[in-house]
């Protein structure tokens, strides 16, 4: 399947979830077997070449196919939680979203220093998500060998907050 | 790897998130990718012969390793999502939680009619997140032919809720 064939299985929904917003619903993407399967190769096809040790995934929706980019490349799965949701010593970043603000942890200990670390979400939108787990993985030693989303809302510019790194998305809206 | 020696992955937390409880932290067995890829071939082992075309997973520990359960069997992937997360119709059910309670949807159109669907987990405690997910698939015409925890916490006696399933849990307390 290709990124356009696959692009075919996202839906639409207009202002959602704020007016003025449209939302791609990626649901029908991940419910079909072959879009999911396709979906993941594609990403983690990019991503081999890198040889990421750890996928860090942000709540929730880097959680959608996190672990499976992590399963197909023998890496693995780390994810970037709410405040609040991981125990024991943690690192926390706040960051301002397309509509609204946010804020994500890591456990102290989440992965070695050295680590090869691969960011995942399944919207590049502002780039503010990624760039504040990208600082948290650094600040705790890794190396981010790149970054891999579903979906990027070129309009918004994202890529110049993380023009650091290497980056890719396999659809484009 | 057995599952004795993913459980030694496994880390303990006394008194999280409440005084009393132990939390079974899995951020150490997700961080390794031999573990993360044993336990992920384990519960799909056990998941295969059902052969099913879904895989729901609850937010949001469940969706830590569901894509990648879904990756594993050609599954596609349906999130099951907290109230308000999820765009377009919705259906969903509330529940009591081995501590406090809590709600989860589903879109009305996440599968088609007549689906085989597997119930994935990361712990099965009371059992009450479960069986409500599995009402929510029977409401939209699922076939829920399984249930798969990487944790199980006997002592809570889960499955008495969900004695009408098929149910595999990795590893015990």
């Known amino acids: 399947m290709s990124a356009d064939e696959l692009k075919a299985k996202i839906r639409d929904v207009p202002d959602w979830p704020e007016k003025g917003v449209i939302f791609r619903d990626i649901m029908p ?3 079909d077997h072959e879009a999911l399967n396709e979906t993941i190769d594609h990403i983690a096809a990019w991503a ?4 990421p040790d750890i996928v860090v995934g942000g709540e929730a929706r880097g959680f959608f196919i996190g672990s499976a980019v992590a399963y197909s490349l023998g890496c693995g799965f780390v994810p970037a939680r709410r405040p609040g949701k991981l125990p024991l010593a943690t690192i926390g970043a706040e960051y301002a979203l397309e509509y609204g603000t946010n804020a994500l942890e890591l456990q102290a200990d989440a992965f070695e220093g050295g680590s090869r670390v691969l960011i995942h979400d399944d919207v590049l939108a502002t780039g503010g998500t990624s760039k504040a787990m990208a600082g948290l993985v650094e600040q705790l030693g890794g190396d981010v060998v790149g970054m891999a989303f ?13 023009s650091d790194y290497d980056v890719f998305s396999l659809i484009h809206y």
């Open 29 to 31: 993407l991940l419910a």
């Open 48 to 51: 081999k070449p890198k040889k």
């Open 150 to 162: 579903i979906i990027e809302l070129d309009f918004l510019n994202g890529r110049e907050q993380i």
